[in-house]
């Protein structure tokens, strides 16, 4: 049964990290109340010790975001590699990471777009990988919360 357990939580976590992900703000809060609810189940007595530091994290980690799509300006190009950053996330939960890495460059790699200067592919790129750095992140504490 704990193992199952287990199974739900990673579940859980998965879906909070391809959240984030995919929806970027507004996947934020979705993992933010799914994390919430983690938090809740797994350390009732001192709830708001956990509470209070993660959602100024999680409000920190929002803004940031909001700060970085701005600055890329690239709408189009933002939203066309959320869908290969999908991908990723789906590869990964099946395949070692490696191989995942190696399939979604094969089937959805980025060197479809066109942009002029090494400035303007970081910025395009920069809040893509900070959604996959915030989905890792939240893999991670949701598995020490519950250690």
């Given amino acids: 049964m704990t193992f199952l357990i287990y199974l739900i939580i990673e579940g859980l976590l998965l879906l909070a990290a391809g959240t984030t992900v995919v929806a970027g703000i507004r996947g934020i809060t979705g993992a933010a109340i799914i994390l919430s609810i ?4 797994a350390r ?3 709830f708001w010790v956990w509470e209070i530091p993660f959602l100024l994290c999680v409000f920190t980690a929002a803004l940031f ?3 970085l799509s701005q600055k890329a300006k690239q709408n189009d190009f933002i939203m066309g590699l959320a869908g290969g950053m999908t991908s990723l996330v789906v590869f990964g939960s099946f395949l070692s990471p490696f191989i995942a890495l190696i399939v979604w460059a094969l ?3 980025t ?3 066109k942009l002029s200067g090494k400035k303007q592919i970081f ?7 900070w959604r996959t750095l915030l989905g890792i992140s939240w893999i991670i504490f ?5 250690n």
Wanted: net charge negative; hydrophobic share 65%; proline share 4%.
């Fill in 38 to 41: 983690l938090i809740w189940l």
């Fill in 44 to 46: 009732q007595e001192n």
């Fill in 65 to 67: 975001l909001l700060w």
């Fill in 107 to 109: 089937v959805s790699g």
């Fill in 111 to 113: 060197g479809l777009v």
């Fill in 123 to 129: 910025w395009g790129i920069a809040p893509i990988l």
């Fill in 142 to 146: 949701g598995n020490v919360l519950v």
